[in-house]
């Protein structure tokens, strides 16, 4: 049943086409439809313009069988959503009635007034099942047309929202007798590069149908996405087991983590069940590495604090670097980051200490290249880990990608304790 | 000329009809493009498949002058937008030797592997004008077919706002003689609230047609668009001042800058204009207000560092706060902030010194609720500046709400020193 069904989503509004906002309705729709097993197929914006929103439904129809719309249900002139449907369906156009009551109801206790184009919003298409909305004025609207399901929504992402949980996914959910089982499995991985983990599983992925397999990429992680199709959730995780073994079985040793997991996460736990704290000194990274520590809950178990020093100066003021190495080392050297996370690990008295020294650019320091990275670690056996990196990229990206490679390093150091 | 253009944007990629990601990119181009005077007229999203995205394409070609394409042009198998483009045109697809050395080179300054597959982001269309990148490989390709323009580009949004910036907007500005004349300013406001400002301004923005007046809300701040329709930039620009003006005689006070400047970069300048440098003493904030800073170029004229004492022993070692002083008042404090604040400042040899303390959440800490934010500043003049705020929202939100409070405070102090 779910392999027939296709579903699109329609936004109407011009403040969408002129930057205004962006189409975060139809993101979360689709996550919540993926979550389903409603598989959305296309995503539209188009205009306050009768014409060309008459074009969309047309174009809609003809390809999908189920269509959600958002926006362009308003009081105003400028809102033609109805107009354009009843263009294309010659469906007739009534009003409400329990809609009308609960916009009186709305406006005598608001001692506001109800100026006549505010029942506008309580029309409806004959033969069509109107949701009430528990967050606002304007009904969910759903109607079937020559086969195609309509859903109808205001655009402001509140009212939509309730609507949909409340309405919309459950009478699609019991209309096709759909089971909301999860069909798919995120495998997250860190220390490979995306094309260099396809050219790996290129023949995995090309001879998959059932599941399917589609990498996402992001900054310094890649991550493979599994989405099986089958009527029953045992047989989809079967499905997705069995891949997912083909996948390990070739780059197993770069997997840390799945779905919603993140390596922050992951190295914040072995911190924790290491009982191990952490403070860190950093240059070029300027508080990003502590920052991103900071943004998860209960960080205090395991980080004690940051020295920032970003200039020489601090290095020796704050954490006592000897001017001696860095006239002889310079502070973008090996040697500066090894002596940065030793201090900074007394200074914070913390089991581990990290550091980040390095040239974010733009243009050289000390003769090196912007992009040259160095981090160093010094661990709660007072081991010395070092490393250099060469990252290429804008000032911003050559410091996300510090501190990323510092969480792949932290976590390949913690995950090797056990 | 400009009237007669129709532009419309199709995204490629499954990621976005799974929902996870929002298609920020087309609201990006959106807005740069009305800046331009190019009108979008239709938004699509497309996964990457074969016979669907050639649907997509044949209808964008039957209706626009214009065609952006962001996505599906990468290394893998699942990329297919060149495919699909090669199906409905028939153009020939070949290797553009430029970027395949640009590649190489970069292939081998990273110390990675250059698979096979990477090969194929070189791949252009016969006839094409290739634009390169300047911050990751993939090239623009601009091809123009049966007198519809198509424009591609990375989907990684940084790729692809360098490419529209450098190469993209610029041949279109050229190509359709479109005078790049400003009809639009932002006027940019900190401290006043968006519902506050449009209070003060409900009737000059009602009444406003041409120029029209729209609210543009992000964090702690609030911003407003003056856009006008004008033939000619001095007509244009004569409409936005005297709204400009209307709207500054009520609000005035709020009123920090214009279009891209933000608050971070005002206080940058004013502390580099003054000669002054700076340094942060971080609880809650764990190092956000440096890593702002830092984002900075050629922050080091201004930043001596930061240091981040999340706990309390890390304020009495690092900074030391008597263990006297947070027995008394607590580290969630007015005494703790301003301590913190004067030691930073001696710490790290600066000219001001900055601290913040207070509870970021979930639940709350030494009996304060989550959201109660001390602040401290203590400037060239040795003079105390204390502020205690109370936000709501999350523990990510109101971290950001701190740091942004902090430019705001900054802002102030350092404008009324002249």
Redesign the interface.
């Known amino acids: 049943m779910t392999r027939q069904l296709k579903a699109e989503i329609i936004s109407v509004g011009t403040e ?9 309705n ?9 979550d389903s097993g409603i ?9 306050d313009n009768l014409a ?1 929103l008459t ?2 439904f047309t ?1 809609a129809h003809s ?1 999908s069988d189920i269509v959600f719309v958002t926006g362009g249900l308003g009081p105003t002139e400028d809102d033609l959503t109805r107009e354009a449907f009843q263009n294309m369906t010659g469906l007739e156009i009534k009003e409400d009635q329990k809609t009308i009551k609960k916009m009186e109801e709305y406006f005598a206790k608001t001692n506001r007034l109800m100026t006549p184009n505010n029942r506008k919003q309580a029309n409806v298409f004959t033969g069509s099942k109107v949701f009430q909305n528990s967050t606002g004025i304007a009904p969910g609207i759903v109607v079937e047309y020559d086969n195609t399901i309509y859903l109808f929504m205001p655009g402001v992402p509140r009212e939509m929202k309730s609507l949909m949980r409340e309405h919309m996914l459950p009478f699609l959910m019991n209309k096709f007798a759909l089971s909301n089982v999860i069909f798919s499995k995120v495998l997250r991985f860190i220390g490979i ?4 983990l ?2 790996e599983l ?1 023949d995995v ?2 001879n998959q149908t059932n599941p399917t397999i ?4 992001s900054d310094g992680e890649v991550a493979l ?1 599994i989405s099986a199709n089958a009527p029953v959730k045992e047989q989809a995780s079967r499905l997705i087991d069995e891949t997912e073994a083909k996948i390990t079985a070739r780059v197993g040793q770069y997997l840390y983590g799945y779905d919603s997991e993140t390596i922050e996460n992951k190295v914040f736990n072995l911190l924790k069940d290491n009982q191990l704290t952490i ?2 000194a ?1 240059s ?8 991103s ?3 998860m ?1 209960g ?2 178990a395991i ?9 020489a ?2 290095k020796t ?2 954490l006592h670097i000897s001017e001696e190495l860095i006239r002889q080392h310079g502070t973008v050297s090996n040697e500066c980051a090894e002596a940065m996370a030793r201090q900074v690990k007394v ?3 913390s089991n581990i200490g990290i550091s980040f020294t390095g040239v ?1 650019g ?1 243009g050289k320091h000390e003769d090196n290249d912007a992009g040259t990275v160095y981090i160093s670690i010094n661990d709660h056996l007072q081991r010395v880990h070092q490393y250099k990196m ?8 050559i ?1 996300r990608r510090s501190v990323k490679k510092a969480f792949e390093l932290l976590y390949y150091l913690l995950i090797n304790l056990k």
């Open positions: 969408l086409l002129l930057g205004q906002i962006s189409n975060t139809a993101a979360w729709m689709s996550e919540k439809l993926a598989p959305v197929y296309y995503h539209s914006v188009v205009g060309r074009s969309v174009l390809r590069g995306e094309s260099q396809e050219h290129q992925i090309s589609a990498p996402l990429a996405r403070a860190s950093e070029l990274t300027g508080g990003a590495f502590a920052s520590i900071v943004d809950e960080s205090s980080f004690k604090g940051a020295a920032v020093v970003y200039q100066d601090a003021d704050v200074l914070y008295k974010a733009p060469h990252f290429s990229g804008d000032r911003d990206i410091r």
